[in-house]
């Protein structure tokens, strides 16, 4: 069975999730959940632009497969240090940088 990209990414920042990941940053569930609802039709936008040509697509794979992400770990896995929480927004931050090039500004 095949499922949207964004079902995907709404299945594993499930509630649960977020009162994880707003816990582990000592942040509001609702700022943290109302961010979250932002940026995973962002990704998923930008994720979809990015692999309508194959060079895209590459770049996109090579991202995927070079970052914390790439392993699967929990979102407490992600957030539990300070200097894992600086390796995550970093590698976010690079993924927003891929998918977004010079209007990444405008996305923030």
Same mark, same amino acid.
């Given at each position: 069975?095949?499922?949207?990209?964004?079902?995907?990414?709404?299945?594993?920042?499930?509630?649960?999730a977020v009162n994880?990941?707003?816990?582990?940053?000592?942040?509001?569930? #609702?700022?943290?959940?109302? #961010? +979250?609802?932002?940026?995973?039709?962002?990704?998923? #936008?930008?994720?979809?632009?990015?692999?309508?040509?194959?060079?895209?697509?590459?770049?996109? @794979?090579?991202?995927?497969?070079?970052?914390?992400?790439?392993?699967?770990?929990? +979102?407490?896995?992600?957030?539990?240090?300070?200097?894992?929480?600086?390796?995550? #927004?970093?590698?976010?931050?690079?993924?927003?940088?891929?998918? @977004?090039?010079?209007? +990444?500004?405008?996305?923030?």
């Amino acid at each position: 069975m095949t499922t949207l990209p964004l079902d995907h990414l709404w299945s594993v920042f499930n509630p649960s999730a977020v009162n994880e990941l707003a816990r582990s940053l000592n942040e509001n569930k #609702a700022n943290t959940q109302k #961010a +979250i609802d932002g940026l995973l039709p962002t990704v998923t #936008a930008g994720v979809m632009n990015r692999v309508t040509d194959r060079a895209g697509a590459n770049v996109l @794979y090579q991202l995927l497969t070079n970052t914390l992400f790439a392993t699967e770990p929990t +979102i407490s896995q992600l957030v539990d240090t300070s200097s894992e929480r600086q390796k995550a #927004a970093e590698s976010g931050n690079d993924l927003l940088r891929k998918l @977004y090039d010079q209007r +990444i500004h405008q996305v923030a």
